[in-house]
């Protein structure tokens, strides 16, 4: 007797970024790289006002004056579900070929998860570069069922104008670096997953995460520089995040136990203090759990000038000590060292206390 057994086949699906242009001045080849990828009819700005100032209104002139374009704009400023359902009901209407993302995180999250939603390509152009959002395929949206980011689409193309993200505050590319930094607990996670679990782990994207995060451990005196150069390094950086997520189709590669703790500290304390801060606090804690150089760790974060303890986060030890107890709830089929572990209150705050962050 012949028996056939019909293995269904896993599809992985991968979406990249087509062109991406970072440098001093790379907004003025948006109408190039617009044509480049066919969008050469109507286009909708998506930016924040003070984003629109910077940068929006020169995206627009240049599409619309250079290359005949019919240009809408849009002001959000939000990024909460709400937001996107008016997004993504003006985008129904006007029907563009394409929407430009222009603002820092927020607004580029809006944009990629309404216009994926209505299956309408997006640009980002960051006007900031203090996450990874601006290059991934993952959008978080406040106030939506998960308070963790989700797939949306990758951007067609990213246009990061150093000479425009420079004049944010230098606080921003700081967060930026620390958000890079936490990759290195976020991959021990995804390992640990693999080995106890035997979850899905991506070598590859895997390496990638790693590798934009010792490239910025390598590079943090010129981040203390506060150079343009410095700047560079962090939004390619960025981007190999962004791009490690496509690959791996998840968040995996640079979201792990620092990254729920940032998201529980967030609930307990909305908007105390900036993602990537969280996060480098929790990658503090985080590595020592895992047994790693923790101290190394905290200077390289003292050295960049960010913030290493909950002093320095605004938030009180009692919101630490609740963020890491609610980390594991915020996100429960992503297993990190935190459920390994399976810490009573007494070891986190031993935890917190060992590494000085209280
Ligand atoms: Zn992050």
Redesign the pocket.
Known sequence: MLVVVIVPLKHHRMQFPREVIVGNGSIDRIGEISRRLGFTESALIMAGRKTFDIAGRKVKELLEKKEGMTVDTLIVENATVKDVEVVEEKIGTLKPQVVFAVGGGTKIDVAKCSSANLGIPFISVPTTAS??GIASPLSSIKGSEKPYSVMAQAPWAIVADTRIIMRAPWRFAVSGCE?VI?KFTAVKDWKLAHEDKNEYYGGYAASLALMSAKHIMENVARMRSKSEEGLRVLLEALISCGVSMSIAGSSRP??GSE?LFSHALDVIRPNHAM??EK?GVGTIMMTYLHGGNWKRMRDALKKLGAPTNARELGVEREDVLKALKMATSMRPERYTILNKLNLRRQSYEHLARVTEVI
Request: proline content about 0%.
């Open positions: 996450h990874d958000d936490a640079c979201s990254h993602h990537g996060c």
